[in-house]
């Protein structure tokens, strides 16, 4: 007889757990959730109470873009404390501790946690329900392998599709992304491909739109502040989203400290890489960057301040002297500014003010101060290209960087994000995917509902002109971007509810998220913790560094190792062998590991098990800093860039032809300059009627993403709130801490107001990815951003445009 399990227990009181604690990441914690069972380590000789305390390098391998070892205490099967790197210097540049935060030192949590999935799951209720019944994993792979096989026989393997997944994205062998070194991908590979998808959840729009400008998305790492006079940050917060002692923020404190550098900090919010270190806070309004840059362009021009030997030398479309001939006459970046462009508007301060809210004097002022003080290290974060209008935006604050001729030198930057260094290692082969069509990875689903009605032209499909195959089956593999991390979670959930379009929803993962609770087979993974890997990709600016993140603990429950879930669906496939190659997870890490020597001298003295020993190897860049566009600068002749001319573009030949030629929706601006383009659901959108704010998100540090969103301490170390002015909180009698309905035509989340001058009257803002809580009336009750956000994509990328919303919000209770 099968049990029913109606959900997993997600219902711990954790508010009430916490009274009892103190302090954050402290041992003491665990004794406070000893209601939470923790399976007894399998395969034990040894009677636990007889087991020595034993000292196990592991590490955190989310998404935050940073990676940390974590030094497991493990006790009779358990971890009992968690610590973090204690080799190397305390001192900045030396070799410096990789430091986990506070959420990695959490992991217990995470491990230990009540909404943890224990056995493989079978969905009986309707889809999305969230009611299982547990079955064995035989009925598993056999469910799985049997639908694989029909939907393949029936729609091909261009039906199948792995969505944006980065629940693991540091791992090796059970790395969840990208797609050409993930082990789902050579799962999917293995059995003969699947749709593929281009473009990120992070950066669609700046990695798509900059390429086109300088070929690449290059930039200077963070650590080359030694050299800079001044930082000029748009929409960048390293404080909250590169935090730990590998991270960016301490590099770059530090750098600053060393060079004296001045730091402006642009951003609708005044965020906590300011927080006191800043020497100006300039507030924007989201999505108007660009409309700043041409105020201040104005300003250098007509006072001639800008670099024009450096526009004559290494850019085409600055001015009339290396626009292409291709452009209309005055189609250049100066006529443009000067008002001497097609739309015969000259960029003046008090233009700029009116869309930015910035004053007038202020730009005046602040363009005389970034042209003057060289170099300067100008850097957007992903903040300001999360928007409708993100792909101009990005390049629009590069321009920045040109005018003033701070690319490809020391102290400068190219006005993209931090460089950074990482230390080339072997992964595990993903293998060729023979299927080439990509959908914008922002756009599935689309392609769940109108896949066969999608094209090159009009959806920016690459690799087809247009789909065969509606999404037929999703293999979600740690990843919460089926529902909590995508837009518009009620348009998703309406979708999945249809079982007709989405014949089948597997889902991997270690806990009960809202992504889990629609899946047709789900499946409980191995933490980190209960496995053997190597964590990759770590870096801090100029020095990288790879972990050996070793078993700690045994599975819990009936959990298993992705490599073993893969393998065992792969078998009923027929195709075990193609997937495993005939080696163990063990195995196949002393192979790369065995490879990585032969092809990096580094790694030749140091054996597998010294690795293993030592938790973590670093490596600095021998390149010193890095230094985008280094060589173009000195002989652009001999080392031209990757773009059409060899030059960085400041008119783009190739955006002037997608501009003429793409199907473009209402609103939708691609334009062949870097200039200010109005967003659909911008500051000046006639939906501000209706609703009256602008509602930008942020990446917390309380989470990565929705990722240690159950873990009770971080929640309460900083809770989730959104940010109001205190002027826009007294128009709607919202007192501070009172709980606020946020709401427009997607959805409605309630949520803690924080009424604060640390955001723009006319602006809101709230931390993304708190878990979505909804109450069966659509209405969310966690401050879950995604119900408010949109699915229509941006322009050129196609991209998540979910920093540009309007809202409305209202007391609880209130009128
Ligand atoms: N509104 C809004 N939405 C956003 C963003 C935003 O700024 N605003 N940001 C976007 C961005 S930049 C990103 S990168 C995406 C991130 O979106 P996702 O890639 O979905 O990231 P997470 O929410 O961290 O989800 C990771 C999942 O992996 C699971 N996981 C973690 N470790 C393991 C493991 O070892 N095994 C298994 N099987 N599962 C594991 C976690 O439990 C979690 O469910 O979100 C995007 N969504
Ligand atoms: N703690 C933590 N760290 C993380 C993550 C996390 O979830 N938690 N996620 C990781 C991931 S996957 C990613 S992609 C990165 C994300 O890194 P980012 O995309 O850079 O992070 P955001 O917080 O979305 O945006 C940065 C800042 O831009 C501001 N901003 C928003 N819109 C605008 C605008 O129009 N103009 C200007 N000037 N500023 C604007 C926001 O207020 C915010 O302070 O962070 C990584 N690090
Ligand atoms: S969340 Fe990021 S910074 Fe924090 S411990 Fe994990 S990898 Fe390190
Ligand atoms: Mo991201």
Redesign the pocket.
């Known amino acids: 007889m099968h049990k029913l399990v109606s959900d997993q227990p997600t219902s711990l009181p954790r508010r009430d757990l916490l009274k009892n604690s103190v302090v954050l990441g402290s041992a003491a914690l665990v004794a406070n959730n000893l209601s939470i069972p923790i399976a007894k380590a399998q395969n034990q000789t040894t009677p636990p109470s007889l087991q020595e305390e034993k000292l196990v390098w592991s590490a955190c ?3 935050c873009h940073s990676r940390c070892p974590l030094r497991m205490h493990v006790k009779d099967g358990v971890i009992t404390y968690v610590e973090t790197d204690n080799l190397g210097e305390d001192i900045y540049g030396d070799f410096h501790q990789v430091r986990a935060c506070a959420r990695g030192r959490s992991m217990r949590r995470r491990v230990y946690n009540p909404d943890r999935l224990k056995y493989p799951m079978k969905r009986i209720g309707k889809r999305g329900e969230g009611k299982f019944k547990r079955i064995s994993w035989e009925e598993a792979f056999e469910e799985i392998a049997n639908n694989l096989k029909r939907i393949i026989k029936e729609h091909g393997n261009e039906s199948l599709y792995l969505p ?6 540091g ?1 090796t062998v ?1 790395a ?2 990208p797609p050409p070194r993930s082990i789902a991908s050579r799962f999917m590979n293995s059995i003969g491909g699947c749709l593929g998808h281009h473009g ?4 669609s729009q700046i990695f798509e739109a900059m390429p086109f400008m300088y070929g690449s998305n290059a930039a200077n790492s963070p650590t080359d502040i030694e050299n800079s006079k001044l930082v000029v940050y748009f929409g960048n917060n390293p404080a909250e989203t590169r935090m730990s002692g590998g991270g960016v923020t301490y590099l770059a404190q530090q750098a600053m400290e060393r060079s004296q550098a001045k730091m402006i900090m642009i951003d609708p919010r005044y965020n906590d890489t300011a927080g006191g270190r800043e020497d100006e806070w300039v507030p924007i309004r989201p999505g108007t960057d660009a409309a700043f840059v041409e105020g201040m362009a104005y300003v250098m021009i007509t006072e001639n301040l800008v670099d024009q030997a450096f526009l004559d030398t290494y850019c085409v479309g600055y001015d009339e002297k290396t626009l292409p001939a291709s452009a209309k006459p005055n189609a250049h970046y100066k006529a443009y500014i000067l008002g001497d462009g097609e739309d015969g508007i000259a960029k003046t301060p008090e233009w700029a003010e009116k869309i930015t809210s910035i004053p007038k004097a202020t730009i005046v002022r602040l363009a005389r101060e970034i042209a003057t003080t060289k170099p300067a290290y100008i850097c957007q974060g ?1 903040g300001p290209q ?1 928007h409708a209008n993100g792909e101009q935006t990005s390049r629009a604050i590069a321009m920045l960087a040109c005018l003033t001729g701070n690319v490809g030198i020391s102290g400068g930057n190219s006005g993209s994000r931090e460089g950074f260094y990482t230390i080339p290692f072997v992964r595990l082969p993903a293998m060729d995917n023979p299927i080439k069509a990509k959908i914008p990875i922002f756009m599935w689903t689309d392609a769940v509902t109108r896949g066969t009605e999608m094209t090159a032209l009009k959806d920016g499909l690459k690799g087809a002109e247009k789909l065969n195959k509606n999404i037929k089956f999703i293999l979600n ?5 089926i529902i ?4 518009d979670i009620n348009r998703t959930l309406d979708i999945l509810s249809d079982e007709s379009q989405l014949e089948m929803l597997v889902v ?4 009960m ?1 809202s ?2 609770k629609c899946a047709d087979i789900l499946l409980p ?4 913790s209960e496995q053997m890997d190597f964590c990759m990709d770590g870096s801090a600016g100029n020095m990288g560094y790879v972990i050996f993140a070793d078993k700690a603990i045994e599975p819990q429950f009936e959990c298993k190792p ?1 490599y073993e879930i893969l393998s065992g669906i792969a078998e009923k496939m027929g195709a075990k062998e193609i997937f495993t190659e005939g080696r163990t997870q063990e195995e196949w890490l002393r192979h790369l590991y065995q490879q990585t020597q032969s092809k990096n001298p580094f790694f030749q003295d140091i054996s597998f098990e010294e690795f293993r020993e030592r938790g973590i190897i670093k490596q600095k860049d021998p390149n010193g800093h890095m230094v985008a566009f280094k060589k173009f600068r000195e002989d652009p002749i001999a080392n031209p860039l990757t773009t059409p001319s060899g030059k960085i573009e400041v008119y783009s030949e190739r955006l002037a032809k997608i501009a003429e030629t793409w199907e473009l929706q209402e609103g939708d601006i691609i334009s062949p300059l870097p200039i200010y383009a109005p967003a659909v659901e911008g500051w000046d959108d006639p939906k501000r009627a209706q609703y009256p704010l602008q509602l930008v ?3 917390y540090k309380s ?5 240690y ?1 159950n873990v009770d301490v971080l929640d309460q170390a900083s809770l989730q709130s959104v940010w109001i002015n205190p002027i826009d909180a007294a128009q709607r009698g919202i007192k501070h801490n009172q709980m606020v309905r946020i709401f427009n035509d997607r959805g409605e989340t309630r949520v803690m107001a924080n009424v604060t001058p640390r955001i723009l009257p006319g602006v809101v803002a709230m931390g ?2 708190a878990w979505y809580k909804p109450d069966g009336q659509k209405v969310d009750h966690n401050g879950s ?2 119900v408010l ?1 949109t699915q229509r994509p941006s322009p050129l990328s196609k991209g ?1 445009p ?2 540009t919303n309007l809202v409305q919000i209202a007391a609880v209770g209130g009128a």
């Open positions: 391998t989310v998404n944006f997944a980065t629940g693991t994205i791992a059970a969840s992304y990120t959840y992070s950066y992903w999360r593999y740690a990843g919460n971007c909590n991390q995508h837009s991997i993962d270690n806990h998220t992504t889990a993974d191995c933490t980190t992705i998100g942020f990446h989470r990565v993403h929705s990722t969103g993304e990815g951003f995604n956000t998540n979910q920093h």
